[in-house]
């Protein structure tokens, strides 16, 4: 083979190849993504929920979780907390930079400390991190609300 048919297979080899970078970058990530996937918080070693860090904004109220408010739940509640996240299905997020947030922090009896951090991205879309992994948080969100409290 001659030089220049070495050099056109090249390009055509390397044409290809960008081709599917592309498809792959803008298409068959989300596709391909498992959104049957759930979210595992094993209630019984659980002692305590408590927030951290973070603001949100519903109905027009802002919340700042830095001084103003805070939520903690009970035994009760922690059940049906671990039942909303257990319950929550994988969500792909494309733009992974949130415009509000609040930390969650998950305590263990024997003193671990595990983190959700739930979200609202620059789309208006709800969900919530843990072990990271992106999971729907709409209803995490609304049963956080229910528990806000002025400090």
Same mark, same amino acid.
């Given at each position: 083979?001659?030089?220049? !048919?070495?050099?056109?297979?090249?390009?055509? @080899?390397?044409?290809?190849?960008?081709?599917?970078?592309?498809?792959?970058?803008?298409?068959? =990530?989300?596709?391909?993504?498992?959104?049957?996937? !759930?979210?595992?918080? +094993?209630?019984?070693?659980?002692?305590?929920?408590? +927030?951290?860090?973070?603001?949100?904004?519903? +109905?027009?109220?802002?919340?700042?979780?830095?001084?103003?408010?805070?939520?903690?739940?009970?035994?009760?509640? @922690?059940?049906?907390?671990?039942?909303?996240?257990?319950?929550?299905?994988? =969500?792909?997020?494309?733009?992974?930079?949130?415009?509000?947030?609040?930390?969650?922090?998950?305590? $263990? =009896?024997?003193?671990?400390?595990?983190?959700?951090?739930? =979200?609202?991205?620059?789309?208006? $879309?709800?969900?919530?991190?843990? +072990?990271?992994?992106?999971?729907?948080?709409?209803?995490?969100? !609304?049963?956080?609300?229910?528990?806000?409290?002025?400090?």
């Amino acid at each position: 083979m001659s030089r220049k !048919k070495i050099f056109i297979v090249i390009i055509i @080899i390397v044409n290809l190849l960008f081709a599917w970078s592309v498809f792959n970058m803008f298409y068959y =990530k989300k596709t391909s993504f498992d959104t049957t996937e !759930k979210a595992k918080l +094993n209630q019984t070693n659980v002692d305590k929920i408590i +927030n951290g860090d973070g603001s949100w904004k519903w +109905n027009e109220k802002e919340y700042d979780f830095y001084k103003e408010y805070s939520f903690s739940l009970t035994k009760n509640e @922690i059940k049906e907390f671990s039942k909303i996240i257990n319950s929550a299905n994988a =969500k792909y997020i494309e733009n992974i930079r949130p415009k509000k947030w609040v930390d969650i922090y998950i305590v $263990e =009896k024997n003193g671990n400390k595990s983190l959700i951090t739930l =979200k609202q991205s620059n789309k208006n $879309e709800i969900y919530f991190d843990i +072990n990271h992994k992106t999971f729907d948080g709409k209803e995490l969100e !609304k049963y956080i609300q229910k528990h806000i409290k002025r400090n």
